[in-house]
């Protein structure tokens, strides 16, 4: 357990969590029927009120799930660990899908699970596309399908703090991705999000070339918690 | 007047129903997994339904102001199908979640083998889920179906209170009765029950138990019936307190034992989406 998660629990909830992180830990096929009651059974909410779908601080919830699945894959080999990480996201509700994906990003498995990431950005969820950017789409996910994601986060209004990776991927063609998106915004006139504007600024930074207009570091962009 | 329906496959039906519904008095229902009226050819097929009860169609039911709640199972009907038969080892997944207040329609359909089979399984698996079980008795040899069902229900040693034999009429009620589970009774435009002989059923055995549904899916089917059960239960004589005991605070009791009951008020939103998804049809949330 996280001190974060920790902080965030009452008593009955830290007791009940421990005890459900046991069970796995002796038992990690449990962790199949485990994971989607742990709202039920350990608490939920947003960790930060002025995030409450946890699209860059995770929620209770999804912070007490990435704890059992770190949990129960510390004795499975990668193989079986890879195997109930497809179930549990192929059987789980949109929150158990957010907290698979984050927790991908804690879990040694390689890129075997991009399939996840991309059933994520594929969708419309806001939720689970900030999920989907983790630190572990960062390390694994290619150019194009990384670029693509963050631009979702500028169409879908998923906060680019996030997104991790940002000053070690973001590259020339994102930035020429993020103008285009928003010479269309001005040719509607429509506002520019402030994040594109910072992200522009970001990019352009390290392509002199590239005329942005200055823009400062939204509000919403802060550390992730990871 | 409150209503639960305990019983009603909204996937079935039009936003007009979820409409009608809540003007009648409707405030939370429980949808039972089944068939699809045509055979699903693979058990993903059935991840993709459950998924569905357990998410958009709970959404959509919370756009009109309605608790949604579903039970979950391998249906009798297709019990018999060799394609869909690992969908009880997956089963102890979605019986966990949130929301799914019982394991059902488990049952009987044309009383094979395989269906007793899959039916004493689920049995168990409500047990170790501590979750109550809805029970579907057949249409065809429906008095032998209802005997056998009681028999293993009390053979699998789970308490009678937790479990609920539904689609029963005239022929059924008495040994449903005596055996101490639930009672429940689908009021259909045509077939197995109607309103009035509900209410001279309820004036023999009383309210103990009793339960009354819609089940109103994508055959002909009102999902108003509990509403007008409960008119015909007033013009008959009985209370407005009887109304209520029948349609709210029974099926609350039944599902209630799961634990999983959501029965606050909905606060209704039209603009909010489920998986970026509104029921506004092209319409885009403001």
């Known amino acids: 357990m996280t001190d974060l998660l920790d902080d965030l629990l009452d008593n009955e909830g830290r007791a009940r969590l421990i005890e459900l992180i046991d069970e796995v830990t002796s038992t990690p096929a449990r962790i199949a029927v485990l994971f989607p009651a742990v709202a039920r059974a350990v608490g939920r909410g947003p960790a930060d009120p002025d995030d409450p779908d946890g699209l860059v601080t995770p929620r209770v919830e999804d912070q007490a799930r990435v704890a059992l699945l770190r949990a129960a894959a510390q004795d499975w080999n990668t193989r079986d660990l890879v195997a109930e990480i497809d179930a549990l996201y192929r059987h789980g509700d949109a929150d158990e899908k957010r907290a698979v994906l984050r927790a991908l990003d804690h879990l040694d498995v390689g890129d075997v699970a991009l399939d996840l990431v991309g059933d994520a950005l594929r969708g419309n969820d806001t939720r689970l596309i900030a999920a989907a950017l983790g630190s572990y789409a960062a390390r694994h996910l290619d150019a194009h399908n990384w670029r693509h994601g963050v631009l979702k986060c500028l169409f879908t209004g998923v906060p680019l703090a996030a997104v991790s990776g940002i000053a070690e991927r973001g590259d020339a063609e994102l930035a020429r991705m993020v103008e285009g998106f928003t010479d269309e915004r001005r040719a509607a006139g429509r506002d520019i999000p402030a994040d594109a504007t910072w992200l522009l600024n970001q990019l352009t930074s390290q392509r002199p070339d590239l005329d942005a207009t200055s823009g400062t570091v939204p509000d919403q962009q802060r550390v992730r918690h990871d | ?286």
């Open chain 2, 1 to 286: 007047m409150r209503i639960f329906d305990p019983h009603i496959h909204m996937t079935s039906r039009t936003t007009d129903d979820y409409e009608a519904m809540y003007a009648a008095g409707v405030r939370a229902v429980t949808e039972p997994a089944f068939w699809l009226g045509q055979p699903r050819s693979s058990a993903a097929s059935f991840y993709d339904y459950f998924d569905g009860l357990l998410g958009w169609e709970r959404f959509r039911a919370s756009q009109f102001g309605i608790r949604h709640h579903c039970t979950i199972a391998l249906n009798p009907k297709e019990a018999n199908d060799p394609r869909c038969a690992e969908v009880l080892d997956v089963l102890p997944r979605y019986l966990a979640k949130d929301g799914v207040v019982a394991v059902g329609e488990v049952g009987f359909d044309s009383m094979t083998d395989a269906e007793e089979k899959v039916f004493v399984r689920q049995l168990e698996l409500a047990g170790e889920h501590d979750l109550p079980v809805l029970v579907h008795t057949p249409h065809r040899d429906k008095v032998e179906g209802t005997r056998r069902s009681l028999e293993l229900v009390a053979a699998s040693g789970l308490p009678p209170e937790r479990v609920l034999i539904d689609h029963l009429n005239e022929v059924t009620v008495g040994m449903v009765a005596e055996s101490g589970c639930w009672l429940g009774f689908s009021i259909y435009p045509d077939t197995k029950m109607d309103e009035h002989r509900m209410v001279r059923i309820l004036a023999d055995y009383g309210l103990d138990r009793m339960i009354v549904n819609s089940a109103a899916d994508w055959g002909r089917s009102d999902p108003l019936k509990t509403a007008k059960t409960g008119q015909a239960m007033r013009d008959a004589g009985f209370s407005e307190d009887d109304v209520d005991r029948l349609l709210w605070r029974n099926p609350v009791a039944f599902y209630g034992q799961s634990g999983r009951l959501l029965l606050d008020p909905v606060d209704v939103d039209q603009t909010a989406t489920f998986e970026g998804n509104s029921v506004l049809r092209g319409q885009r949330p403001a």
